[in-house]
């Protein structure tokens, strides 16, 4: 089992930032790859970040690449999704997942088992 908390979730001007950040307890969270992922009012989820348990590979939806980097801190069991240069189609619920079926690609949701309850970005224009 893997639990998981989202926060940093605000209402931002366009153009601004924000970073989100994901904790984790209960597995070994050092050794599973994480995901971000966001839904918009009356819009399926979609994918937006995903790093591996190392933190040597990421990927990036190409809504969000050069504006939103992903990380993690594997001592404060802990990823963080960084937003740069906010757009308001970047509003949506944000949620961060733990994968654990490696043999789908990081960007499909269903390759993702445990998820958090999300947190909420706004970004007015």
């Known amino acids: 089992q893997v639990q998981l908390v989202e926060s940093g979730g605000a209402l931002v001007q366009a153009g601004g930032s924000l970073r989100l950040s994901c904790a984790a307890s209960?597995?070994?969270?050092?050794?599973?790859?994480m995901g971000w992922f966001r839904q918009a009012p009356g819009k399926e989820r979609e994918f937006v970040a995903a790093?591996?348990?190392?933190?040597?590979?990421?990927y990036f939806a190409d809504s969000v690449k050069g504006r939103f980097t992903i990380s993690r801190d594997n001592a404060k069991n802990t990823v963080y999704l960084q937003m740069n240069s906010l757009k308001p189609e970047d509003t949506a619920n944000y949620y961060c997942?733990?994968?654990?079926?490696?043999?789908?690609?990081?960007?499909?949701?269903?390759?993702?088992?445990?998820w958090g309850q999300g947190t909420q970005v706004t970004v007015s224009s």
């Open positions: 209960g597995r070994t969270f050092s050794s599973v790859d």
């Open positions: 997942a733990a994968r654990d079926r490696i043999e789908l690609r990081p960007i499909q949701s269903d390759s993702y088992r445990y």
């Open positions: 790093i591996s348990w190392s933190g040597g590979s990421t």
